[in-house]
């Protein structure tokens, strides 16, 4: 079945009511909520990534994190980077948020993208701060982060990769030689990792806490856009603002399938076996309209509540920035909506992300008024 990108919800509506299990090309698509929630919590599903697929590879070795490893070792690599998430830093980053989106806010005016100018440069100034990489050094992330997700192109992804983990490691010596007080020397001087786990975790943290973080302020703008009344409601009421973002985040959300799972064991979903090995893709797009949860799923309420959605996922493999993600949509989104806001480009012809797991507008135009 052809899931188009614009808009799947159509399809994953049939998928859900017709054949909410079903295999499309050698992978087993849950779409029902039950389903996907199990998958995402039944220890006899896994992720089974092997590491080492080449010598020189960066896609192979920055694969050994907690984002696709299952227990002994996700444990102890999500206990690892737990602090830098806490309460503390949260509030800390929370000020930071504030401050670098009220600057890219104010540069705003006419015709822009929100993307480009809004979307993009705001998480990777965000993790930079987060991780310890100079702030001087976000244009370079940025350039290395759109090559790996969006220029999908196999040798432009290989030649970021490479320059990353180069950049990675020379930081990492840096850490070592002189320690500071953040997240990277943290890592750097832990003796729970080897090499490969260190570079790879700091690489996922920038992979995974910015392409999530665009798409869900791009669709959360496109969706107030679509919805002048929800547009309106919110701006009566700015404290609205964080059920905006988890409405957004269900009903059209950032990551649009969990990264593939495989059946440790013989699963049963309803009436389907699937067999121990096979590749199972639970849908978090289909789940989060499922209406046997959430009532009138298709319709889209800033004040929906309660909203019980997998948008971050669930489980041991929730998002570990789940926090990070709700502030910088919030601030970002709640900043913007102050501002007169139209779209500049017919919804039609957007382009949206070529893949169903990154779910997202490629540009966003719009014209912004003082």
């Not at 869900?216 to 309106?232: A, Y």
Request: aromatic share 6%.
């Amino acid at each position: 079945m052809r899931i188009p990108r614009a808009d799947p919800h159509p399809a994953l509506r049939r998928m859900r009511e017709e054949t909410p299990v079903v295999k499309i090309d050698g992978a087993w698509y849950l779409t029902r909520y039950a389903d996907v929630q199990r998958a995402l919590l039944d220890p006899a599903i896994g992720r089974q990534v092997v590491v080492h697929e080449g010598v020189d590879d960066p896609l192979a070795m920055v694969r050994r994190n907690m984002f696709n490893l299952d227990p002994p070792d996700h444990t102890r690599l999500r206990r690892l980077m737990a602090p830098a998430f806490g309460p503390r830093t949260v509030a800390r980053l929370d000020r930071r948020i504030g401050e670098i989106t009220a600057e890219l806010v104010a540069g705003l005016d006419g015709e822009v993208d929100v993307i480009e100018q809004l979307a993009l440069p705001l998480p990777i100034l965000v993790m930079a701060d987060l991780i310890g990489f100079p702030a001087a050094d976000a244009a370079r992330l940025r350039v290395w982060s759109d090559a790996m997700l969006r220029s999908y192109h196999a040798p432009r992804i290989r030649v970021a990769g490479l320059a990353f983990v180069r950049y990675i490691e020379k930081r990492v010596a840096e850490r070592r030689e002189q320690p500071r007080g953040d997240l990277l020397t943290h890592l750097a001087l832990s003796p729970e990792l080897d090499h490969e786990e260190l570079v790879s975790s700091v690489f996922q943290l920038v992979m995974a806490g910015d392409e999530t973080t665009v798409n869900l302020i791009g669709n959360g703008v496109l969706e107030l856009l679509r919805h002048p009344g929800q547009l309106r409601r919110l701006r009566a009421d700015p404290g609205l603002i964080g059920s905006a973002v988890e409405e957004v985040m269900r009903f059209n959300g950032p990551v649009g399938h969990s990264r593939p799972l495989y059946a440790l064991t013989d699963v049963t979903f309803g009436d389907v076996v699937v067999p121990k090995g096979d590749m199972i893709v639970p849908v978090l797009l289909a789940a989060n309209r499922d209406p046997a949860v959430f009532p009138d799923p298709d319709v889209f309420d800033v004040a929906r509540t309660p909203n019980r959605h997998l948008g971050l996922g669930h489980g041991i493999h929730f998002c570990l920035g789940a926090a990070l993600a709700r502030l910088q949509a919030r601030a970002a989104i709640g900043a913007l909506v102050r501002r007169p806001l139209q779209l500049a480009a017919d919804p039609a012809d957007l382009e949206w992300t070529p893949d169903l797991f990154i779910h997202g507008v490629r540009r966003l135009p719009l014209r912004v008024g003082p």
